[in-house]
């Protein structure tokens, strides 16, 4: 009956130390991974709102703000430059491009795109012999509706969300940020979309707004947040399939 106890005690600690050892799961393994989020310089005009205030990455001035962002970037030695351009449709393509780059038979000096001017040019000034399309598409898996004829306000007005979801004014928001851009360097305008009170508006204008919309009814508003995570979940896949982890002591990690 003793050894009994004694060994549902061993068992017991056994179990206790599995869930407190810094040793399991976390700290074994890491990696540094910088994410710079953009403005399309070529904007395709996508997205609800639309830009209002032209902004030219190919003028004099603007290519010698970018050539100080590369620089800065550059100074952290990145070992992988991971791109906004579907991994599955044009990884093969965008590395074709990059190798023309690199050999000076694929001119990007008329090329305004982020992915250009930003992640080609940042790669080459690295010594990369390759770059990461991450991207991913996300379907639509919502209700369908006629489109063309459906009115957003008059909906919501109809069920009674109109005033609580229109109660930021979320457009004013995004017609500010793109304004800045006009006066700001790139460096600082980049630092400033970046920032984390920046994100965090961003992103409230999803849960606040958006999400409410067919609440009760069909719903159109939650699938469409949903919709927007399942593409960015997609893309951390992506990311996180492209990352190189370094082991380390999981005690050495827990003082960094």
């Not at 390759?130 to 639509?140: E, H, M, N, V």
């Not at 898996?141 to 004829?149: A, M, R």
């Not at 851009?181 to 992103?203: C, F, Q």
Request: proline residues 3%; charged residues 30%; aromatic residues 14%.
């Amino acid at each position: 009956m003793q050894n009994d106890h004694v060994s549902q005690e061993n068992n017991l600690e056994q179990k206790s130390n599995q869930i407190s050892d810094p040793d399991l799961f976390i700290g074994n393994y890491k990696a540094k991974a910088m994410v710079l989020g953009v403005f399309h310089f070529a904007n395709p005009g996508l997205d609800s709102y639309k830009p209002k205030y032209p902004f030219n990455i190919l003028e004099e001035k603007r290519q010698g703000e970018l050539e100080i962002l590369l620089n800065k970037i550059a100074g952290y030695k990145p070992t992988k430059i991971l791109l906004e351009w579907d991994r599955i449709e044009m990884d093969s393509i965008a590395n074709e491009r990059f190798q023309k780059y690199l050999n000076g038979t694929y001119s990007i000096d008329d090329k305004s795109n982020e992915v250009y001017q930003i992640g080609f040019k940042l790669a080459k000034k690295s010594g990369h012999r390759k770059i990461y399309c991450s991207d991913a598409s996300a379907g639509w898996f919502g209700v369908e509706l006629d489109w063309d004829n459906y009115d957003a306000e008059t909906y919501l007005k109809s069920k009674g969300q109109y005033e609580k979801s229109t109660r930021y004014n979320y457009q004013s928001f995004y017609e500010q940020n793109d304004s800045l851009k006009t006066v700001l360097s790139l460096p600082d305008y980049l630092a400033m979309l970046n920032s984390p009170e920046n994100r965090l508006k961003d992103h409230q204008a999803y849960l606040a707004e958006t999400i409410l919309e067919g609440a009760g009814d069909n719903y159109l508003g939650a699938d469409a947040v949903a919709k927007w995570y399942r593409r960015n979940l997609r893309i951390f896949s992506n990311a996180y399939d492209l990352t190189d982890f370094e082991y380390v002591e999981p005690n050495e990690y827990l003082e960094k």
